[in-house]
Nanobody, 127 residues
């Protein structure tokens, strides 16, 4: 009943763009920080970006800074990840997670097994 659903993944050529969405149902995201994570084959899950409940503060992995932008529309109960200048190494399953806001800034470590997690959406960057 309480779900996060990612969408927007797909196949894109290097240098292309995708916009991922993370939509909540059964609960409101107004008071939740949201994180985007990804896991590539043979690699551990890594944090990509996160945003605080108000949208006033964001955090990005060094590997995506300047290329990805996280945003949220609490009225739509949705968080987005705009992915530009995509590289093959961005290929992964992308997951969103939600956890209660606990501070002024978001950190990847605040998202745990006890957080809400979506099912993931595949992003493949290939020529």
């Amino acid at each position: 009943q309480l779900q996060l659903v990612e969408s927007g993944g797909g196949l894109v050529q290097p240098g292309g763009s995708l916009k991922l969405s993370c939509a909540a149902s059964g609960f409101t995201l107004d008071y939740y920080n949201i994180g985007w994570f990804r896991q590539a084959p043979g690699k551990e899950r890594e944090g990509v970006s996160c945003i605080v409940s108000s949208g006033g503060s964001t955090n990005y992995a060094d590997s995506v800074k300047g290329r990805f932008t996280i945003s949220r529309d609490n009225a739509k109960n949705t968080v987005y990840l705009q992915m530009n200048s995509l590289k093959p190494e961005d290929t992964a399953v992308y997951y969103c997670a939600a956890d209660t806001n606990i501070g002024r800034y978001c950190r990847f470590r605040e998202f745990t097994v006890d957080s809400y997690w979506g099912q993931g959406t595949q992003v493949t960057v290939s020529s």
